[in-house]
C-alpha cells in the first residue's frame, strides 16, 4: 500500500534529483523509497552504499598508495610535519 507524502525541499535539489532519477529510468518518489528503506531497515551504510553513486570520490579510490601504513599514523605524521 502507498501513501502519499509531502516534503518541503530546495528547489535545485529537486531538478537534480529529477534529472538524476530519469537518467535511472525511476520516479523520485522510487528513489526516496528505496533510500528510506535502506536506512529504515537496519541496513548498514556499506551494504547500500554501492547502490548509490559518486563519480567524483570513485574517480578518487586508490588515487594514493599507503604502502601497508596504518591511516592514523600517517594522519599523526602529517600533522606533526605540518605544525612542527
Not at 531538478?15 to 529504515?40: C, D, F, G, Q, W
Not at 574517480?59 to 605524521?77: A, H, Q, W
Amino acid at each position: 500500500m502507498t501513501t502519499k507524502l509531502t516534503l518541503t525541499i530546495d528547489k535545485a535539489i529537486i531538478k537534480r534529483a529529477k534529472t538524476y532519477a530519469k537518467n535511472k529510468n525511476k520516479s523520485v518518489s522510487r528513489i526516496v523509497e528505496e533510500y528510506l528503506n535502506n536506512i529504515s531497515s537496519g541496513t548498514t551504510p556499506s551494504d547500500f552504499s554501492s547502490t548509490l553513486e559518486a563519480p567524483i570520490t570513485d574517480s578518487l579510490v586508490g588515487m594514493f598508495k599507503d604502502n601497508g601504513r596504518d591511516y592514523k599514523d600517517m594522519l599523526d605524521e602529517s600533522r606533526s610535519e605540518r605544525f612542527l
